[in-house]
């Protein structure tokens, strides 16, 4: 079973920067595709960015594209979200998610593991 744990959210005025990071437990997940997803108040989880098991492939949501940046260190097990720019409408629970597969999917039902999740709030 892969636990993995988010840290690093938090209050950020708009316009801030805030680095978020995914430790997991297990090895393995040098050989997922792991995500950031998130969930604002009253709405569903969706999907924010997603990196390839080697690091070499990622795709974002139109909504941070340019201004998030994923990243991960398989010797550490560690997944990263570089935010930047942030926005009050970024406001909202981040996600960590690793997916036993090859294929990439922004669709939060078809990932497998899931973290507890990291309060990030930005203020205008």
């Known amino acids: 079973q892969v636990q993995l744990v988010e840290s690093g959210g938090g209050l950020v005025q708009a316009g801030g920067s805030l680095r978020l990071s995914c430790a997991a437990s297990?090895?393995?997940?040098?050989?997922?595709?792991m995500g950031w997803f998130r969930q604002a108040p009253g709405k569903e989880r969706e999907f924010v960015a997603v990196?390839?098991?080697?690091?070499?492939?990622?795709r974002y949501a139109d909504s941070v594209k340019g201004r998030f940046t994923i990243s991960r260190d398989n010797t550490k097990n560690m997944v990263y979200l570089q935010m930047n720019s942030l926005k009050p409408e970024d406001t909202a629970v981040y996600y960590c998610a690793g997916r036993n597969s090859q294929w990439i999917t922004v669709v939060p039902g078809t990932w497998d593991y899931w973290g507890q999740g990291t309060q990030v709030t930005v203020s205008s």
């Open positions: 990196i390839t098991y080697s690091g070499a492939g990622t």
């Open positions: 297990a090895r393995t997940i040098s050989t997922y595709p």
